[in-house]
């Protein structure tokens, strides 16, 4: 197996893609928050110092989305069609933060898939720190993606993620 990203001379390059088709692309990522259980039951309750926490964690989720190609020095700039932000709350402690994004073009989306689900992470923990800042964001990973040369990736996800 060979990196794209890396010429003959291990050269670190941007892929070429004009030669590509455009296809329908999917991709869905996630990251989750822990917290202590007050900071939760605040968070859960809408009473944290900073407002409305799911509301700027989405907004800011859908702007890093669109903003992934600035941050990640290989990626192309694309033609999202679609983010979607979502935030599953699982007591005492979790916050699971799912981003769904769309697009028909000629590379995938799963990066801003993950910057998505990250920079939604980082805006919680952001939003909570004044109560909290013992919080940690794991689980980072792409759930699925589809379309494309190399087709539909669905993660098998382990007992502890």
Same mark, same amino acid.
């Given at each position: 197996?060979?990196?794209?990203? #890396?010429?003959?001379? *291990?050269n670190?390059?941007?892929? $070429? &893609?004009?030669?590509? =088709?455009?296809?329908?692309?999917?991709?869905? +990522?996630?990251a989750?928050?822990?917290?202590?259980?007050?900071?939760?039951? #605040?968070?859960?309750? *809408?009473?944290?110092?900073?407002? $409305? &926490?799911?509301?700027? =964690?989405?907004?800011?989720?859908?702007?890093? +989305?669109?903003?992934?190609?600035?941050?990640?020095?290989?990626?192309?700039? #694309?033609?999202?069609?679609?983010?979607?932000?979502?935030?599953?709350?699982?007591?005492?402690?979790?916050?699971?933060?799912?981003?769904?994004?769309?697009?028909?073009?000629?590379?995938?989306?799963?990066?801003?898939? #993950?910057?998505a689900?990250?920079?939604?992470?980082?805006?919680?923990?952001?939003?909570?720190?004044?109560?909290?800042?013992?919080?940690?964001?794991?689980?980072?990973?792409?759930?699925?993606?589809?379309?494309?040369?190399?087709?539909?990736?669905?993660?098998?996800?382990?007992?502890?993620?």
């Amino acid at each position: 197996m060979q990196l794209s990203h #890396l010429d003959g001379s *291990g050269n670190a390059h941007m892929v $070429d &893609v004009g030669a590509k =088709a455009v296809t329908s692309r999917m991709a869905v +990522a996630q990251a989750e928050i822990i917290m202590q259980p007050e900071t939760f039951e #605040l968070l859960c309750r *809408g009473a944290l110092p900073k407002g $409305d &926490v799911f509301s700027c =964690a989405r907004i800011a989720g859908i702007m890093a +989305a669109k903003r992934t190609f600035e941050l990640i020095p290989m990626c192309h700039p #694309l033609p999202i069609d679609a983010v979607s932000i979502e935030f599953e709350t699982e007591a005492p402690t979790c916050v699971r933060i799912r981003a769904t994004l769309r697009c028909d073009w000629k590379t995938g989306i799963e990066m801003e898939a #993950l910057t998505a689900a990250s920079v939604a992470a980082l805006t919680v923990y952001d939003m909570c720190k004044a109560v909290d800042r013992g919080m940690v964001i794991q689980n980072i990973c792409l759930l699925e993606k589809a379309g494309g040369k190399s087709g539909h990736f669905v993660r098998r996800m382990e007992k502890n993620e």
